[in-house]
């Protein structure tokens, strides 16, 4: 990155940035080198082409949506923002073109031919020889025609509305049969991947060889049996878009849930953020889709023959393990697993559990044993993404049925989980649970349970604090942190904050944990300045951080005074991160890494050296001006010296990743000599060693 000397002056008025939106498409790309990566098996690969698409979809949803709204503002308004938002959407369009270039390549080019040498054929119309032509025309009349419903884009068609994330085919008709037929005809098919339920169709196998093919191509291939008036089809594909955000004015009255309900369909109907296109599309069939759309050619993106690559998550995988990671059975805790109860074991000391290396089966046992324990009188929890079948929620339910006070707070604004959120709401509340949708003004996003317990006519608290949320499905893939704990220091700030949820007044005081937006910028921005005060004391001085995103303006300056101070900053970022390492005379102190493997990173930790007393703080939030201000989120410290020790390794580990690890450039960080480390297997392997002999290290 930058390395020229720049005025000290000048950085503390107005500190270097990477542009945010830049950054995360820096991310994203990360995903794409993933794909790119031949020493990924190879069905893992075509996961990764998935998870890449469905990353870009939601940020044009989202971010590119909002940088449209804002170049539509009046110039006046517009000439406030920090930056230019059609500057920054110009950078924004022309880096996603790169990077569809290349995603296109590393598909054609790399994906389709490895599969190939697997003996697996992703087939398109024009490669089928008869016996494969005869199964899917008879494949297309009994599974696929009976879903579709084609439109034809004549006068009749004034107003043609493209759902949300919805694959169609523009049919260009040409070469009429018979003489009342147009010379000319337009026709719009959605492809019915969510009624057929999926997007792809095995073909029998054939002396070892594996055929699949896209619905879309069968459906290329059967346009005679839709359109028999015509000789000549061409079929394009197309895809919307739609501006995602939620415009919610959070009152304090009022029926929030009303609104989120209204918002989700407006959501359908938002204004296109983009429309993909194929390439190969007709100038004739884009304007036609535009004149009966709406859609101007301001929104199209130009794409591929094929869209909403997230689809291959359907991707069949043929029962070819070797193509797929090697399994990673879950661990058991060495010290939970020998537990009859959690509370009971909860009542001798802390525990940390690492997903998705260990088991999320001891939450569930947690939440299952209170409901049935006569002793608990009461159980809180925050809800920010449950599972679809969430064995959390049926608990809090089953506890409420028993009797005891349940308080569950509800977050109605978790992106694109409203409505499973808003089911589980309606589901507790039937069930005799409190209910409370959040915070007016704030987003709560901290994962919190607390379980109230009359032991000998004394109330006693126990917490669960997390990283990650609530969900038996994400804990498998994301990399989070929990604690169990009934140490009161930690119990007496958890009950703080669900008082807070209740009776919504900000005059909470937290002696231990760092709350946001009360308290926790102010503690952070303490621990950095007590490393400057010891940098310039000569003392030794330090930071790792680890978050998944790094924007907010004031935490960057804060940690460039720190480098200027001479304090070592270690940072490991998977997303977004503004920061500039390695600037002479701002940040030459600051590294930072980032981590894209077969887990998602999401744990939050924060170290401070505090002269040779480390600090540690897991947290659920980032360091991002809406976790700091405007939204509820928690970092708990880490106070039993075991499990310090536990993170300490973790993150050690991370810090030596010399596989999966990247520079802020998107190189690969290589040190100059050490054994290989790969982050996350290393990882696996330090926990499963630390199961006592004897006992079975996996979970059945």
């Given at each position: 990155?930058?390395?020229?000397?720049?005025?000290?002056t000048?950085?503390?008025?107005?500190?270097?940035?990477?542009?945010?939106?830049?950054?995360?498409?820096?991310?994203?790309?990360?995903?794409?080198?993933?794909?790119?990566?031949?020493?990924?098996?190879?069905?893992e690969r075509?996961?990764?082409?998935?998870?890449?698409?469905?990353?870009?979809?939601?940020?044009?949803?989202?971010?590119?949506?909002?940088?449209?709204?804002?170049?539509?503002?009046?110039?006046?308004?517009?000439?406030?923002?920090?930056?230019?938002?059609?500057?920054?959407?110009?950078?924004?369009?022309?880096?996603?073109?790169?990077?569809?270039q290349?995603?296109?390549?590393?598909?054609?080019?790399?994906?389709?031919?490895d599969?190939?040498?697997?003996?697996?054929?992703?087939l398109?119309?024009?490669?089928?020889?008869?016996?494969?032509?005869?199964?899917?025309?008879?494949?297309?009349?009994?599974?696929?025609?009976?879903?579709?419903?084609?439109?034809?884009?004549?006068?009749?068609?004034?107003?043609?509305?493209?759902?949300?994330?919805?694959?169609?085919?523009?049919?260009?008709?040409?070469?009429?049969?018979?003489?009342?037929?147009?010379?000319?005809?337009?026709?719009?098919?959605?492809?019915?991947?969510?009624?057929?339920?999926?997007?792809?169709?095995?073909?029998p196998?054939?002396?070892?060889?594996?055929?699949?093919?896209?619905?879309?191509?069968?459906?290329?291939?059967?346009?005679?049996?839709?359109?028999?008036?015509?000789?000549?089809?061409?079929?394009?594909?197309?895809?919307?878009?739609?501006?995602?955000?939620?415009?919610?004015?959070?009152?304090?009255?009022?029926?929030?849930?009303?609104?989120?309900?209204?918002?989700?369909?407006?959501?359908?109907?938002?204004?296109?953020?983009?429309?993909?296109?194929?390439?190969?599309?007709?100038?004739?069939?884009?304007?036609?889709?535009?004149?009966?759309?709406?859609?101007?050619?301001?929104?199209?993106?130009?794409?591929s023959?094929?869209?909403?690559?997230?689809?291959?998550?359907?991707?069949?995988?043929?029962?070819?393990?070797?193509?797929?990671?090697?399994?990673?059975?879950?661990?058991?805790?060495?010290?939970?697993?020998?537990?009859?109860?959690?509370?009971?074991?909860?009542?001798?000391?802390?525990?940390?559990?690492?997903?998705?290396?260990?088991?999320?089966?001891?939450?569930?046992?947690?939440?299952?044993?209170?409901?049935?324990?006569?002793a608990?009188?009461?159980?809180?929890?925050?809800?920010?993404?449950v599972?679809?079948?969430?064995?959390?929620?049926?608990?809090?339910?089953?506890?409420?049925?028993?009797?005891?006070?349940?308080?569950?707070?509800?977050?109605?604004?978790?992106?694109?989980?409203?409505?499973?959120?808003?089911?589980?709401?309606?589901?507790?509340?039937?069930?005799?649970?409190?209910?409370?949708?959040?915070?007016?003004?704030?987003?709560?996003?901290?994962?919190?349970?607390l379980?109230?317990?009359?032991?000998?006519g004394?109330?006693?608290?126990?917490?669960?604090?997390?990283?990650?949320?609530?969900?038996?499905?994400?804990?498998?893939?994301?990399?989070?942190h929990?604690?169990?704990?009934?140490?009161?220091?930690?119990?007496?700030?958890?009950?703080?904050?669900?008082?807070?949820?209740?009776?919504?007044?900000?005059?909470?005081?937290?002696?231990?944990?760092?709350?946001?937006?009360?308290?926790?910028?102010?503690?952070?921005?303490?621990?950095v300045?007590?490393?400057?005060?010891?940098?310039?004391?000569?003392?030794?001085?330090?930071?790792?951080?680890?978050?998944?995103?790094?924007?907010?303006?004031?935490?960057?300056?804060?940690?460039?005074?720190?480098?200027?101070?001479?304090?070592?900053?270690?940072?490991?970022?998977?997303?977004?991160?503004?920061?500039?390492?390695?600037?002479?005379?701002?940040?030459?102190?600051?590294?930072?890494?980032?981590?894209?493997d077969?887990?998602?990173?999401?744990?939050?930790?924060?170290?401070?050296?505090?002269?040779?007393?480390?600090?540690?703080?897991?947290?659920?939030?980032?360091?991002?001006?809406?976790?700091?201000?405007?939204?509820?989120?928690?970092?708990?410290?880490?106070?039993?010296?075991?499990?310090?020790?536990?993170?300490?390794?973790?993150?050690?580990?991370?810090?030596?990743?010399?596989?999966?690890a990247?520079?802020?450039d998107?190189?690969?960080?290589?040190?100059?000599?050490?054994?290989?480390?790969?982050?996350?297997?290393?990882?696996?392997?330090?926990?499963?060693?630390?199961?006592?002999?004897g006992?079975?290290?996996?979970?059945?």
């Amino acid at each position: 990155m930058a390395s020229d000397k720049v005025s000290e002056t000048k950085h503390k008025k107005n500190p270097p940035l990477i542009d945010r939106e830049l950054s995360w498409l820096a991310f994203n790309y990360r995903v794409l080198q993933e794909a790119k990566d031949e020493s990924v098996p190879l069905l893992e690969r075509i996961k990764f082409l998935a998870i890449f698409s469905s990353n870009l979809d939601e940020y044009f949803k989202v971010r590119v949506a909002t940088l449209k709204r804002l170049i539509k503002l009046k110039k006046k308004t517009r000439q406030k923002l920090a930056e230019d938002p059609s500057d920054t959407f110009e950078q924004v369009i022309q880096e996603v073109r790169r990077q569809q270039q290349e995603f296109g390549e590393v598909f054609r080019e790399g994906i389709l031919k490895d599969l190939r040498k697997e003996n697996i054929h992703l087939l398109t119309e024009h490669d089928l020889n008869p016996e494969q032509e005869t199964f899917v025309r008879d494949y297309f009349q009994e599974k696929l025609q009976p879903l579709l419903l084609p439109i034809i884009l004549d006068d009749t068609e004034t107003h043609l509305f493209l759902k949300d994330q919805t694959v169609y085919l523009g049919v260009r008709l040409s070469e009429p049969k018979e003489a009342e037929a147009r010379d000319e005809q337009f026709s719009m098919i959605e492809i019915p991947t969510k009624k057929h339920g999926s997007r792809f169709v095995k073909l029998p196998t054939v002396d070892g060889q594996r055929y699949v093919m896209f619905i879309d191509d069968i459906i290329r291939f059967c346009l005679p049996e839709l359109f028999p008036k015509y000789s000549h089809y061409e079929a394009h594909a197309v895809k919307v878009s739609r501006d995602a955000e939620l415009d919610i004015e959070e009152e304090v009255s009022g029926n929030l849930m009303a609104k989120i309900k209204k918002s989700l369909k407006k959501r359908e109907t938002g204004y296109p953020a983009r429309l993909l296109y194929d390439p190969e599309a007709p100038q004739s069939l884009l304007d036609a889709m535009m004149m009966h759309t709406g859609i101007t050619e301001e929104e199209l993106v130009e794409g591929s023959k094929y869209h909403n690559f997230r689809d291959f998550f359907q991707f069949p995988d043929f029962n070819l393990p070797d193509l797929k990671y090697t399994p990673q059975p879950t661990l058991v805790h060495p010290l939970l697993e020998r537990e009859r109860s959690i509370i009971k074991a909860m009542q001798k000391q802390d525990y940390l559990v690492h997903y998705p290396y260990q088991s999320f089966d001891y939450v569930i046992k947690l939440f299952n044993e209170a409901a049935k324990d006569p002793a608990v009188t009461a159980m809180s929890a925050t809800l920010y993404r449950v599972a679809e079948d969430s064995e959390i929620a049926k608990a809090l339910a089953k506890a409420a049925k028993n009797g005891k006070l349940v308080t569950v707070v509800v977050e109605l604004k978790a992106r694109f989980d409203e409505e499973s959120n808003i089911f589980w709401a309606g589901k507790l509340q039937k069930a005799g649970a409190n209910v409370i949708f959040g915070v007016p003004d704030l987003k709560v996003h901290s994962k919190l349970g607390l379980i109230t317990r009359n032991e000998g006519g004394k109330l006693v608290n126990y917490a669960y604090l997390s990283t990650g949320n609530y969900n038996e499905d994400t804990s498998k893939i994301y990399c989070d942190h929990a604690l169990f704990t009934a140490d009161p220091r930690l119990t007496k700030d958890v009950e703080q904050v669900f008082n807070f949820f209740i009776d919504q007044h900000p005059d909470k005081k937290f002696k231990h944990l760092l709350v946001a937006p009360i308290s926790m910028r102010e503690r952070f921005m303490e621990l950095v300045n007590r490393e400057i005060k010891n940098a310039k004391k000569g003392l030794p001085a330090s930071m790792i951080l680890k978050l998944n995103a790094l924007q907010d303006e004031r935490m960057i300056k804060k940690l460039y005074d720190a480098s200027q101070a001479g304090v070592k900053i270690q940072l490991l970022v998977r997303g977004i991160c503004c920061l500039i390492p390695g600037v002479e005379g701002l940040s030459e102190n600051i590294t930072v890494r980032s981590i894209v493997d077969r887990y998602l990173e999401h744990a939050r930790v924060y170290i401070f050296h505090n002269n040779g007393e480390e600090k540690y703080y897991v947290a659920s939030a980032d360091w991002m001006t809406r976790n700091l201000n405007r939204r509820v989120e928690v970092a708990f410290p880490l106070l039993q010296l075991d499990l310090v020790e536990q993170i300490r390794k973790i993150i050690d580990i991370q810090l030596a990743d010399d596989t999966k690890a990247r520079n802020i450039d998107n190189s690969y960080y290589k040190p100059s000599s050490q054994p290989h480390v790969r982050a996350q297997y290393d990882t696996y392997e330090y926990l499963r060693s630390l199961v006592p002999k004897g006992m079975k290290p996996e979970r059945d």
